[in-house]
């Protein structure tokens, strides 16, 4: 990623502030994702202005980022982080008239989304970047009515932002590069893990993964093959417990022993011509087997297949403890 | 789940012994999956019995455990585990001879999981559970050719067994429920944690979703939309923080907010028709929303939606630190 923090273009935004010298964020839509982004910025020190058209969007905000606190505490508060440094504004150009950065978190319906960034950039300061909190609807969608589409980025959070470091940050084809860069460079100093995309896929990368898996299980529940309670006990009992330290694609690879993913993929190819989900898999075909026996080299980036095994292990141990699924200790295993 | 520990009926096995009495396991297939199950008996304090048909299979399997057994110690090991109650056979016959129990990782083919089956059926004493370790083959169609279908069982592993609890058990149209429910009570006796289904779908369970997963990540790497190591981190640092702490269900019930499910549904419903993923989604109809909604609300088991996500925020907060991604403390946190 290559990042241009105060880069003026000539199809660009105007000159922002440094991404390290942002102090006041808006955030516009203050529900369960907006309301958690605002949780998150005041937690990391920032003046945060809100706005929602719900009439109690005052009193549930405050009262979901006051659930939060006592979680944000424990991840340790920024200096001078405060709930008081919340200021819930009656329209949306008071919210973001001095706005530094402005985060939209409004309902998953492409006309409102539209309506509102075009808004959005008619009342934010020249410059400042306005990110969307969109599930999956691509900028270029989204960006068809503002008069300055070159400011609007998608960053996508997941629930609830305060907690779960990960947010997806991709242009549209009318937005700016520096814009993106910007906002990728943000989000880091704000605290956040940023995947940054080079081109725009509806969904995005995880929510293309975990939507594939909602829609597997609720096919599962409408067939009666297995229940909501199974569904979720079999990821928190099985795979999930593996994907908070190492992700499908590394843990697959440990699955073909010391071969690594050739080995996997020679073994368990045949298996993507199998029923075993809704899902048709693409062709197996030499291109995508050195893709992802490549990708897997790149990504254990010189470790071992029996390091990665190790630092698996190290890893699924301690998040059994964290979760309380095995005593804290190998001492109150043995009471 | 009804467990009948030493039943024998007209049509399933002769009694074997009770689940709780069993010393003796044997392990037949010893690469990735049988040999993790071999440490994992091993640590639990049984006897092992082990064969594969692989010239270097031995040194092979005690290497597998001598790597595993730093993490088993973490664990905490069963009074009197050793890794010396592992005895490697040159034969399927003397590795079963003995067994109280038989757990079979062979290659996932189903011609040759047919014959082994049949084989195991054939040298294993009368009465005792045969389980086959099979990621996604109904015991339907993998019981064919034994004598004896009725203690043919699938008891669905995930990697390494020695540390992931899940164990998927169904039968097949032939197999006696008593063995279903012996081999149930056995793993649980054994330390894992075991989901029963009532039918046979292929894949069973787990593997159904994250095979869904893992064919959406081949088909964003064949399409170059993202990387291996993309995918891997849009899953560590998103929603598989989650996933550790509570099932994809629960956790989308809490994107509702105060509404949960229903909200949910109701707000991302519409997105179910979005290309969000290759996999089409079964239509959102009343019987569908209603039972996602009503499953929830049992999975949930009177927790009330602000539980729940306090519940989540400590369990992230947990796995964030186990997993080295915050600091340990509040105090390391503020130097």
């Given at each position: 990623m290559t990042v241009t923090p105060s880069a003026a273009t000539t199809d660009g935004p105007a000159a922002p502030c440094a991404p390290e010298d942002v102090r006041r964020v808006a955030c516009v839509g203050t529900g369960v994702i907006g309301g958690g982004w605002a949780a998150h910025f005041l937690a990391r020190g920032y003046d945060v202005t809100a706005w929602d058209p719900a009439p109690d969007a005052a009193v549930r905000l405050r009262r979901l980022i006051a659930a939060a606190w006592p979680a944000l505490e424990q991840l340790g508060l920024a200096?001078?982080?405060?709930?008081?440094?919340l200021t819930v504004t009656s329209t949306l150009e008071e919210a973001v008239a001095d706005a530094q950065f402005v985060q939209e978190s409004a309902p998953e319906k492409l006309d409102l989304k539209r309506d509102l960034l075009a808004r959005l950039d008619a009342a934010t300061p020249a410059g400042t970047v306005i990110a969307s909190s969109t599930s999956g609807y691509p900028m270029t969608d989204m960006q068809t009515e503002a008069a300055d589409p070159g400011r609007l980025v998608v960053g996508h959070p997941f629930n609830p932002p305060y907690l779960i470091p990960l947010v997806e940050v991709v242009g549209g084809v009318r937005t700016a590069p520096a814009a993106v860069d910007w906002a990728a460079r943000f989000y880091a100093v704000a605290g956040k893990s940023v995947i940054t995309m080079e081109r725009e896929v509806p969904g995005f990368i995880a929510n293309r993964l975990q939507e594939a898996l909602w829609r597997e299980a609720l096919h599962m529940v409408a067939n009666g093959e297995a229940t909501v309670a199974e569904i979720d006990a079999s990821i928190t009992e099985g795979p999930g417990l593996r994907w908070a330290v190492m992700g499908p694609m590394l843990t697959f690879a440990l699955a073909g022993g010391e071969g690594g993913m050739a080995h996997m993929l020679d073994h368990f190819g045949p298996s993507l011509t199998s029923p075993w989900t809704r899902l048709e898999a693409p062709e197996l075909d030499r291109a995508l087997y050195d893709a992802v026996v490549a990708g897997c080299e790149e990504a254990a980036d010189g470790r071992s297949i029996a390091d990665l095994v190790a630092e698996r292990d190290r890893g699924v141990i301690d998040v059994l403890r964290a979760t309380g699924?095995?005593?804290?200790?190998a001492e109150e295993a043995a009471r």
């Open positions: 200096e001078g982080a405060s709930q008081d440094r699924r095995l005593p804290r200790s």
